[in-house]
């Protein structure tokens, strides 16, 4: 990887956000700052040892999924929500969560991210336990992911910079230049301009407030994002807009990609797989085409109305 060589910013916070990075937001997002959190190298790349004595290449052990879920049952009070779930995401993978209203999708996301616990079963982050070996362990590991909310959960007492700034900041191991270079860096990642940084939350539209969360979950450069209804009460074109963007840095950053959605063209221009919920379960997972020719009620109703089809229609599909 390529150092990035950061602008001269000014080391106070009340300086010009404007003048101060306008070199950071042209720097290229496959050149991010070398961190000291970093795992190093391209996402999920490995390297091939030699032999010392034949000089023959030497199988590297498989890598195991970036998230596995197994035998996982989830229960409130006497309402089951997941019965012996099964799910397994592969490196490099955009998987998107389908299902009807109630039947678990944010529920699983907030449980592959540690905010809640199963009744039952086991959830694996990159062939870790979510729990267990001590603080540091957990805390490392959750530095390797980054969360979208639904409706950007950004803190409406913090200026865009500071809510940015602000996973960097708890890992008190950086100086507020390298912070500040880094917040610059990523909002032109998801292309922001720095005078943006010195806005409130509430001065932000719906599309912005998307855009400066989606940075803020790419702040510690993760392998793995979480998104829950990325474009939900966006309009039709700013929608576009940041699914392309998405999908953009998904492909330059190495992302493995997991979504909450039930917009169809979101699913049909994101994903590469699909797991759909249902009977509190993953009823099927594969591709597009292989999930539109099962024969069950709700992915019938999901995928062949005449509303879904119109949407295919409309991606190529």
Known sequence: ??????????SEKGGDLGSAAEAASTASVNNPPNLPFQKGGNHGSAAKAASPVLGSVEPIP???PVISARGLSTRFGKVWVHRNLNLEIQAGELVALVGGSGSGKTTLLRQIIGLLTPTEG???VFGEPLFG???LRERLLRQRFGVLFQQGALFSAFSVFDNVAFPLRELKRLDEATIRDLVMLKLSMVELLPRHGELMPAELSGGMVKRVALARALALEPELLLLDEPTAG???DRSDSFVRLIRSLSAE???TVVLVTHDLDTLAALSTRIAVLAEQRILAYGSMQDIMKIDHPFIQNFFHSERSMRA??????
Do not use: H
Request: glycine share 12%; aromatic share 4%.
């Open 133 to 135: 070996g001590g603080v």
């Open 122 to 124: 086991e959830i694996r």
């Open 1 to 10: 990887m390529s150092q990035y060589n950061p602008p001269n910013l000014p």
């Open 234 to 236: 966006l309009d039709p």
């Open 253 to 255: 950053l190495g992302l």
């Open 62 to 64: 498989a890598c195991p």
């Open 312 to 317: 295919l229609q409309n991606v190529g599909i």
